[in-house]
């Protein structure tokens, strides 16, 4: 069983910066696409950003050029570095990992970690 832990979310001003990390624990024997989603009240769950074992990066439009995913394949954790956020960027983040066990494919959630966004 793989847990993914979060941490980092918070209250902050518009303009201001946050970093999220999410650290994967557990039956581990590799780590693929690891990423962070988003959900709003009353809205769905969106993708913010992923990143590939080799590093390659994908972001949603609409953060593109504010956030940054990275990943420290040796501590199993990836982060999020979000700059200029704005009020709608609240929401709850939610880290999401698949990879493998030693016998199985896994798909994994974090519990979540609320980020606000307001003066």
């Known amino acids: 069983q793989v847990q993914l832990v979060e941490s980092g979310g918070g209250l902050v001003q518009p303009g201001g910066s946050l970093r999220l990390s999410c650290a994967a624990s557990?039956?581990?024997?590799?780590?693929?696409?690891m990423g962070w989603y988003r959900q709003a009240p009353g809205k769905q769950r969106e993708l913010v950003a992923s990143?590939?074992?080799?590093?390659?990066?994908n972001y949603a439009d609409f953060v593109k050029g504010r956030f940054t995913i990275s990943r420290d394949n040796a501590k199993n954790t990836v982060y999020l570095e979000m700059d200029s956020l704005k009020p709608e960027d609240t929401a709850v983040y939610y880290c999401?990992?698949?990879?493998?066990?030693?016998?199985?494919?896994?798909?994994?959630w974090g519990q979540g970690t609320q980020v606000t966004v307001s003066s």
């Open positions: 999401h990992a698949t990879g493998s066990d030693f016998s199985k494919l896994f798909d994994s």
């Open positions: 557990g039956s581990i024997f590799a780590l693929y696409v």
């Open positions: 990143i590939t074992s080799g590093n390659n990066a």
